[in-house]
């Protein structure tokens, strides 16, 4: 959060809660938070809370660092030891990217700054979704002219057949 933001929340935290007395001389009062009565108000609230577009540019910047941090850690979990744990290591990468404020978090946003610049670059992203959407045609080209999938069905069908068979006469 920025440091406006949350002087923000501050401040609205201790206008809702109720003030306790206290005996010590070193107690600040805390500003008002501002109202909006006029124009004047309104662009002063703006500068504190930031606007909708900010906002919108703040969410835009969150999901490039979720994503980025998901297939940097997704590709190194992958190469390292598989897939299940290339899955457990981007969706991981990608919560540390948000929610970690330490090292940690800032190694997972760097790596998602780089897979962010190199997308930006070379269009990685869309060159593999188009990639992997033909593959998808493909199989099915290949499936409605060979029955894969039907034949593939059958054959396993009949191996659990075979299988519960063997078990049946050894009961």
Same mark, same amino acid.
């Given at each position: 959060?920025?440091?406006?933001?949350?002087?923000?929340?501050?401040?609205?935290?201790?206008?809702?809660?109720?003030?306790?007395?206290?005996?010590? &001389?070193?107690?600040?009062?805390?500003?008002?938070?501002?109202?909006?009565? !006029?124009?004047?108000?309104?662009?002063?609230?703006?500068?504190?809370?930031?606007? !909708?577009?900010?906002?919108? &540019?703040?969410?835009?910047?969150?999901?490039?660092?979720?994503?980025?941090?998901?297939?940097?850690?997704?590709?190194?979990?992958?190469?390292?030891?598989?897939?299940?744990?290339?899955?457990?290591?981007?969706?991981?990468?990608?919560?540390?990217?948000?929610?970690?404020?330490?090292?940690?978090?800032?190694?997972?946003?760097?790596?998602?700054?780089?897979?962010?610049?190199?997308?930006?670059?070379?269009?990685?992203?869309?060159?593999?979704?188009?990639?992997?959407?033909?593959?998808?045609?493909?199989?099915?080209?290949?499936?409605?002219?060979?029955?894969?999938?039907?034949?593939?069905? !059958?054959?396993?069908?009949?191996?659990?057949?075979?299988?519960?068979?063997?078990?049946?006469?050894?009961?």
């Amino acid at each position: 959060m920025t440091k406006s933001f949350e002087d923000a929340i501050h401040t609205a935290k201790q206008t809702l809660t109720p003030q306790k007395h206290t005996n010590h &001389k070193n107690t600040k009062k805390k500003p008002p938070p501002p109202t909006r009565s !006029n124009k004047n108000d309104n662009q002063s609230i703006q500068a504190i809370y930031g606007t !909708n577009k900010d906002k919108t &540019k703040q969410t835009e910047r969150r999901n490039e660092l979720v994503g980025g941090a998901a297939i940097a850690g997704g590709v190194v979990g992958l190469v390292l030891s598989g897939p299940f744990v290339g899955l457990v290591a981007g969706v991981a990468a990608a919560g540390l990217a948000v929610a970690n404020a330490g090292k940690v978090g800032d190694v997972a946003r760097a790596s998602a700054d780089v897979v962010v610049n190199l997308d930006k670059k070379h269009q990685i992203v869309e060159k593999t979704t188009n990639a992997a959407n033909l593959t998808v045609e493909r199989a099915k080209e290949l499936d409605s002219k060979h029955r894969v999938v039907e034949k593939t069905r !059958n054959k396993v069908v009949k191996g659990f057949n075979f299988i519960s068979k063997q078990l049946d006469r050894k009961v």
